[in-house]
């Protein structure tokens, strides 16, 4: 196993572009819905992201008693 981690390592680094092209394209062919829709965007974003810190910490806190 020691022996396959900087192979794939490697292998992720190589292609790590490749894996940023959708998402590049995406932005730019969806762009008239994003600066329609920024602010529900940027409201989701923000609460699912504390939603997921909230959760981490319960589980977190419940698993260590």
């Known amino acids: 196993l020691h022996d396959a981690l900087p192979i794939s390592a ?17 932005l730019m062919e969806s762009y008239t819905v ?13 609460v699912s992201t504390l939603a ?3 959760v981490t910490a319960f589980v977190y806190i419940k698993l260590r008693k």
């Open 10 to 26: 490697k292998f992720l680094l190589a292609t790590m572009a490749l894996f940023f092209v959708p998402f590049g394209v995406g």
């Open 34 to 46: 994003l600066a329609e829709h920024w602010l529900a965007i940027t409201v989701a974003a923000v």
């Open 52 to 54: 997921v810190i909230a």
